[in-house]
Nanobody, 123 residues
Framework: QVQLAEAGGGLVQAGDSLKLSCTMS????????MGWFRQAPGKERQLVAA????????YVADSVKGRFTISRDDAKSTVYLLMDSLRPEDTAVYYC????????????????WGQGTQVTVSS
């Protein structure tokens, strides 16, 4: 069974940076598109960023464009989310997910999900 494990969340101040990581185990990481989603209390889960397999095409939500960067290291079976200029509205639980199909992943159809990591941004 494929497992995803996120790390790197925490409590930061507005304007700070954080780098989240998500490592896959028991799976062939390179065949999956990977994505980061977030869910704030009382809100629906939303896609933050995604990256395709093979060519590494990226998609970033408008709400974080210019501040968040997604990348992947297939040799380490890890996807990263670098978050700069954090805002209080970025506070949420961040989840990584995988799907061989990037378009389906962007729609929220993850084959596998991590357990989530809390990011809290204070003003």
């Amino acid at each position: 069974q494929v497992q995803l494990a996120e790390a790197g969340g925490g409590l930061v101040q507005a304007g700070d940076s954080l780098k989240l990581s998500c490592t896959m185990s028991r799976g062939t990481f390179s065949i999956y598109a990977m994505g980061w989603f977030r869910q704030a209390p009382g809100k629906e889960r939303q896609l933050v960023a995604a990256i395709s397999r093979f060519l590494g095409r990226t998609y970033v939500a408008d709400s974080v464009k210019g501040r968040f960067t997604i990348s992947r290291d297939d040799a380490k079976s890890t996807v990263y989310l670098l978050m700069d200029s954090l805002r209080p509205e970025d506070t949420a639980v961040y989840y990584c997910a995988s799907n061989p199909n990037l378009d389906r992943l962007r729609l929220g159809y993850g084959d596998y999900w991590g357990q989530g990591t809390q990011v809290t941004v204070s003003s």
